[in-house]
């Protein structure tokens, strides 16, 4: 069984502040999803990483698959109240038409 | 373009009545669809996934259940509710060659 773990569960920091959150599983993904949740809402997708390396950036939010595919990292530079809400990895690990979510990152920022 | 929809938002029911929830989907044809139940705010726990009609995937042994009886229609039910089916029920299709998932708003479901 394929697992996704998430660290931290919780962050909570001042509007301003830099952060990291990241995901890692013992296997390989064919590709990795990032999405944000707010209460009482579905989640939605913020990026697709596929190659190993990869690098993307959505405004003040960049995103790293790594080398091997097994793990990725969110990172937000000055961070702001808006940013708040449930950070959610997702993996796809190949030909089995479905994704393996990590259970979240709770963020909070704190204006 | 593609929209999702689910209903009800909200549902109140007592121990050991039924369920039905629909998800329905707009703009896209032969989609994958998927039924996530999620707890407190943390992560998505897969129930049921679906590639096709009357295609269905069952993730979790439970007292729950799923039909597609259409292309774009997905559908959750149960015969007798139990306290530990509360939860907040997301669906989801799929668009891309990666599995992106995009949700509906989701059922928030109370059992007393």
């Known amino acids: 069984t394929q697992l996704l773990e998430q660290s931290p569960q919780f962050l909570s920091i001042q509007e301003g502040e830099n952060l990291t959150v990241y995901c890692n599983s013992s296997s390989v993904f064919s590709s990795l999803q990032w999405y944000r949740q707010e209460p009482g809402e579905g989640p939605v997708l913020l990026v697709t990483v596929v190659t190993g390396g990869e690098v993307k950036k959505l405004k003040r939010l960049t995103f790293q698959f790594g080398d091997a595919r097994k793990d990725s990292s969110l990172h937000i530079t000055a961070a702001q109240p808006g940013d708040t809400g449930l950070y959610l990895c997702?993996?796809?690990?190949?030909?089995?038409?479905?994704?393996?979510f990590g259970q979240g990152t709770r963020l909070t920022i704190n204006p | 373009s593609q929209t999702i929809h689910q209903w009800p938002a909200t549902l109140v029911q007592p121990v050991g009545s039924p369920l039905s929830l629909e998800c329905t989907v707009e703009?896209?044809?032969?989609?994958?669809l998927y039924w996530y139940r999620q707890a407190a705010g943390r992560g998505l726990q897969l129930l049921f996934y679906?590639?096709?009609?009357?295609?269905i995937s069952s993730e979790v042994p439970q007292n729950l259940s799923a039909s597609r009886p259409q292309d774009r229609q997905f559908i959750l039910s149960s015969k007798k509710l139990l306290l530990s089916d509360s939860g907040f029920y997301l669906c989801?299709?799929?668009?891309?060659?990666?599995?992106?998932?995009?949700f509906g708003p989701g059922t928030r479901l109370t059992v007393t």
């Open positions: 997702a993996g796809d690990f190949g030909g089995a038409q479905k994704l393996v």
């Open positions: 679906s590639v096709g009609i009357g295609q």
């Open positions: 703009g896209t044809s032969n989609p994958n």
């Open positions: 989801a299709w799929t668009g891309g060659g990666f599995y992106e998932q995009y």
